[in-house]
């Protein structure tokens, strides 16, 4: 009877030791094949299947069976998280389940710069968030989306500041948009307000020029002097006679010579024909163009005018008569170079 006992006692050890050593291969030890981190993206609305279907699209596991039978032990797969979720090399489906049941997203880099419009903007980061451009330009053309904030359609623009900022993938349109508003207040610290203030403009009005700052500058390092004559021109109540904003008027960017047609457009983007800062950036307007703005030259210039060397460089002038001079250089080397549109 002794040697009974311990028979089955000895069986019992080994089918526990042999079930232990099954559920650390299947649950426990590494099932990632892969030698580099692996990004996955999990769709809104995703069920356990389609989960499925995307871990087998990217082939990165050795084991897909012993996944899913991790899945059903930890009893995963009821709901399905969405975002983006990055796989480490080693990973265990112990590892793996966690991270996708918790929702334990790996933020992505969103990137954009050099933006003119808002169309632009939607189509730039719908391809790098689960929210599509449509989507995002939908959320843009509605102004009750925003105007509680004090932004319109015109304004709206302002609050998106080239950059790189990490989100969550899996962020809609509307978390976008209050992920960029928080960033655009935090940038307008009380210590810019009072910059601002100082030069007599408001935030809006600070973006609004910014933008034509940076259309106008080649060279970083002008944009200050730039923005300096702009403000001149502002506190003496002279039109600002910028030519990006006739470009943003008549809605085709790819001019490279202001003629007389395009100056008559009749759009108050057109600073020939409106004085002041048109309704709103002509562009996202760059933090080294907010920045030039608000730490502008102080100086007596009201002209400016690109260099006929094609060195990106502006002529600077106080009066009339000499930035005519200079003015008249540039025409004849457009001249030159047969740019008459």
Not at 23 to 36: G, P, Q
Not at 250 to 255: E, L, P, Q
Request: hydrophobic fraction near 40%.
């Amino acid at each position: 009877m002794k040697k009974i006992i311990l028979t089955v006692f000895y069986l019992l050890l080994a089918a526990g030791l042999a079930i232990i050593l099954l559920l650390w291969t299947i649950v426990l030890r590494s099932n990632v094949k892969a030698s580099e981190p692996v990004r996955i993206y999990v769709p809104t609305g995703s069920d356990f299947g389609t989960l499925n279907d995307t871990l087998m699209s990217a082939d990165f596991l050795r084991s897909h069976r012993s996944f899913v039978i991790t899945s059903r032990l930890k009893s995963f797969g009821k709901t399905v998280k969405p975002g983006s979720y990055v796989i480490e090399p080693g990973m265990s489906n112990n590892s793996i389940v966690n991270i996708l049941r918790s929702g334990r997203q790996t933020p992505v880099n969103v990137t954009f710069n050099n933006i003119r419009t808002l169309g632009e903007l939607a189509g730039r980061v719908g391809g790098q968030i689960e929210a599509d451009s449509a989507t995002l330009a939908l959320f843009f053309g509605d102004e009750t989306n925003y105007s509680a904030d004090g932004f319109d359609s015109r304004t709206l623009i302002g609050v998106f500041i080239p950059d790189t900022y990490q989100l969550y993938w899996s962020v809609d349109a509307r978390g976008f948009y209050r992920r960029m508003l928080k960033e655009y207040r935090d940038y307008w610290n009380d210590e810019r307000l009072a910059m601002a203030r100082s030069a007599g403009l408001t935030p809006a009005e600070v973006s609004a020029l910014a933008s034509i700052v940076d259309e106008e500058a080649s060279r970083e390092e002008e944009k200050p002097r730039i923005a300096g004559v702009y403000i001149n021109r502002l506190r003496l109540g002279m039109p600002l006679q910028a030519d990006p904003t006739v470009k943003f008027a008549v809605n085709d960017f790819s001019i490279r010579r202001i003629l007389n047609r395009h100056l008559e457009v009749d759009s108050p983007y057109n600073t020939y024909k409106y004085a002041g800062l048109p309704p709103g950036p002509i562009r996202c307007p760059s933090r080294s163009g907010l920045e030039a703005v608000l730490k502008s030259e102080d100086h007596d210039y009201l002209y400016f005018v690109a260099k006929p060397d094609g060195s990106g460089y502006h002529h600077f002038s106080r009066t009339l008569a000499e930035h005519n001079r200079y003015a008249s250089a540039y025409r004849r080397e457009l001249n030159r170079r047969r740019i008459y549109q």
